[in-house]
């Protein structure tokens, strides 16, 4: 069964400085798609970055970026140069690629609770 | 740029009474999705639609029911609400082909007491 696993409930970072945030993946699917949203304390949530299975590259976004590492089933999200606004509650996701209608849903993780310190 | 909005941000509802979230985009979506949000559990899917009148059960969909008459309108529908229905919900939306991003509302805070 497919499963997001973020391991990490809270991190502190110092503003400027990069942070690392960790997501794994279980998937038997060879094609499916990962995201990274952000969740103010406003309750929005904001798409930030994504990555295809097929993907060669990792994927940037800006400050974004999302280290994958398809054999670990790993996709963690690495902002750099931290700002006091990044912090926030963020979910890693995955989302399988099987056609039908049936199962191109969004799974999500439990997320990670960023807080940048001046 | 993608809208979706969610009719009401904040709802507090009485234990049985029968609540109505509304969701709507206007980028033509196929693909509407409505998600529970609890701490410590992350996103709970309850219900999608991948067309007009069709829905699938997600997750967590017992206590809950769904409309979707026009493509752009997707509805929660809670028939008694009860208390352990406290939560944030959220609706997305996204278009049918697979890779496609999924883009959420702001929410919908709902207190049943």
């Known amino acids: 069964a497919q499963k997001i696993t973020q391991t990490q409930p809270g991190m502190f970072v110092q503003e400027k400085e990069a942070v690392t945030l960790d997501c794994t993946y279980d998937t038997s699917d060879q094609s499916y798609g990962l995201f990274w949203y952000k969740q103010p304390s406003s309750g929005e949530m904001i798409f930030l970055i994504y990555?295809?299975?097929?993907?060669?590259q990792n994927a940037t976004e800006g400050r974004y970026s999302l280290n994958f590492q398809k054999a670990r089933k790993s996709a963690n999200l690495v902002i750099s140069a931290s700002q006091l606004g990044d912090s926030a509650m963020y979910f890693c996701a995955m989302r399988e690629f099987s056609y039908g209608g049936a199962t191109n849903k969004l799974i999500f993780g439990t997320g990670t609770l960023l807080a940048v310190q001046p | 740029d993608v809208k979706v909005t969610q009719s009401s941000r904040y709802l507090v509802k009485r234990t049985g009474e029968k609540v109505f979230l509304e969701c709507v985009q206007d980028?033509?979506?196929?693909?509407m999705f409505w998600y529970r949000q609890d701490p410590g559990l992350g996103l709970r899917l309850i219900y999608f639609s991948y067309d007009v009148k069709m829905k699938e059960k997600g997750d967590i969909p017992e206590g809950y029911s769904v409309s979707r008459e026009k493509k752009e309108r997707f509805s929660l529908i809670l028939e008694s609400a009860s208390t352990n229905q406290t939560s944030m919900y959220l609706c997305a939306s996204s278009l049918g082909t697979p890779g496609n991003t999924i883009y959420f509302g702001e929410g919908s805070w709902l207190t049943v007491v």
């Open positions: 980028m033509d979506h196929e693909n």
């Open positions: 990555q295809g299975s097929y993907d060669e």
